[in-house]
């Protein structure tokens, strides 16, 4: 059966999801038709995702999903070098994939925002305007890999899809990522068979 591996922070981990199948990456490899094999981490940077796939290597998968840049983003603010270090981060983690499956499609995850950054310091300096700097140095590295397919989340609504803590997305968040992620990997496939690995 094909793979879908998934990198990034505690959203692809699952957090706040009611139960591990209502997570966002478990839902969009049930809509891909695909086994999940889920490396996200709770609480890392796209440079923590970056270090973990220089270590081990990426997983070899049929496609990827990647979600990164919420927690450099509140971390950071718009800080120019963390942006240029965000930036490196994901050049390095597509090539890695690409570098794994040539075929894969690997699925780049803008981040949707949140309402309030204030909470949880150090992790306080985000903004509606930090995360869109992060997700251009995402379009900008999307735009050098023939496989990055950009999944923007449309119909986004931070009022209502995200959870209690203010940061974690809830059922219906994890929901509508997942959605976007399913259409995006559909309409970039159409006319095309992914392969499957013994």
């Known amino acids: 059966m094909p793979r879908l591996v998934a990198y990034g922070h505690s959203w692809v981990a699952g957090e706040a999801a009611s139960r591990p199948e209502r997570r966002l990456t478990h839902l969009a490899a049930a809509c891909l038709g695909m086994t999940l094999v889920n490396a996200g981490v709770g609480g890392s940077s796209t440079t923590d995702t970056a270090g973990l796939v220089r270590r081990d290597g990426a997983v070899r998968g049929d496609a990827y999903l990647l979600l990164a840049g919420l927690n450099d983003a509140r971390l950071h603010g718009m800080d120019p070098a963390a942006l240029d270090a965000y930036g490196s981060a994901l050049e390095s983690i597509v090539t890695a994939c690409e570098a794994a499956e040539s075929d894969a499609v690997v699925l780049l995850v803008e981040q949707p925002p949140l309402l309030d950054y204030r909470r949880y310091p150090p992790h306080d300096q985000g903004s509606v305007s930090a995360v869109d700097a992060y997700n251009l140095r995402m379009v900008d590295v999307a735009g050098r890999h ?53």
Not at 176 to 188: C, L
């Open 146 to 198: 023939r496989q990055a397919v950009l999944v923007h989340v449309d119909g986004w609504d931070a009022a209502t899809m995200l959870d209690e803590d203010t940061v974690h997305p809830n059922d219906l968040g994890h929901a509508i990522i997942a959605d976007a992620a399913a259409r995006a990997y559909g309409d970039v496939s159409i006319g095309r068979t992914s392969p499957v690995h013994d």
